[in-house]
């Protein structure tokens, strides 16, 4: 009776060690980010509602978020970002970005 739950106990944590593997396989070989829209940044102001920073190819929309309304409040051109000082914080950024990648893969 032991030997026999010994064995299926040994058959169960196989099985479920062999889906943990094969999602964490699925994870690692399925592209993250497929979208042309990227979310830059969003600073909340209370329970849903909130200002987002989203890229959309070479622009970036700065929109005001409510839990019934989304509004435009200004358009700016991913080029006129990387020129001033914002370049600078830019840059230090994407390094991380690609150091945390680094350290993910």
């Known amino acids: 009776m032991t030997s026999l739950l010994i064995q299926t106990g040994g058959a169960l944590a196989f099985v479920i060690l062999l889906i943990a593997a094969a999602a964490w396989v699925y994870r690692k070989k399925t592209p993250g980010d497929l979208g042309i829209i990227d979310l830059v940044a969003y600073k909340p102001f209370g329970p849903r509602r909130g200002i987002a920073a989203v890229r959309i190819g070479r622009e970036i ?37 690609k ?5 993910d893969a």
């Open 61 to 97: 929309l700065v929109v005001g978020v409510t839990n019934a309304d989304i509004k435009l409040f200004r358009v700016i051109d991913a080029e006129e970002i990387k020129t001033g000082p914002a370049a600078a914080v830019a840059d230090k950024v994407n390094r991380l970005r």
């Open 99 to 103: 150091i945390k990648e680094g350290l």
